[in-house]
């Protein structure tokens, strides 16, 4: 069969089957397996958290009603604070005179074992 088209119209058949496989690429598409593709990012607004600081506890609100809910019964919108706020303690005299005691024998050079 081959022997019976002329040089032109395998020339032509090379030229339909270059453009062919240039516009139907099905090919075998390559990524980093390490480091797939990733849809780009979409902010969503809920759900979101709500903070309750005093029990350091947090809910997950799932639309905008229920955070109105939960803003209305006292939790909050913000994160806690990274440590909770300590009272200040006021120590005694009797006291800091201890401390100072531990301090100074705490820090007194170890001796060294023969």
């Known amino acids: 069969m081959i022997d019976q088209l002329s ?9 339909i089957v270059a453009q062919h ?8 598409k390559e990524f980093d ?13 809920y759900p979101k958290t ?7 506890r947090s809910f997950i609100v799932r639309n905008r009603e229920d ?3 939960a803003l209305d019964s006292g939790l909050k919108l ?3 604070p990274a440590e ?7 120590l005694s005299a009797a006291e800091l005179r201890e401390i100072e005691k531990l301090d100074a024998v705490a820090r007194k050079p170890r001796k060294q074992a023969q």
């Not at 397996?33 to 607004?45: G, I, M, T």
């Not at 709500?50 to 350091?56: I, K, N, W």
């Open 33 to 45: 397996l390490n480091n797939p593709p990733r849809l780009p990012y979409r902010f969503q607004e």
């Open 84 to 90: 909770a706020e300590e009272p200040e303690v006021r």
């Open 21 to 28: 496989d240039q516009t139907n690429r099905p090919g075998i």
């Open 7 to 15: 040089p032109e119209e395998i020339e032509r058949m090379r030229q």
């Open 50 to 56: 709500v903070y309750d600081h005093e029990g350091r």
């Open 78 to 80: 913000e994160p806690f």
């Open 67 to 69: 955070e109105k809910e």
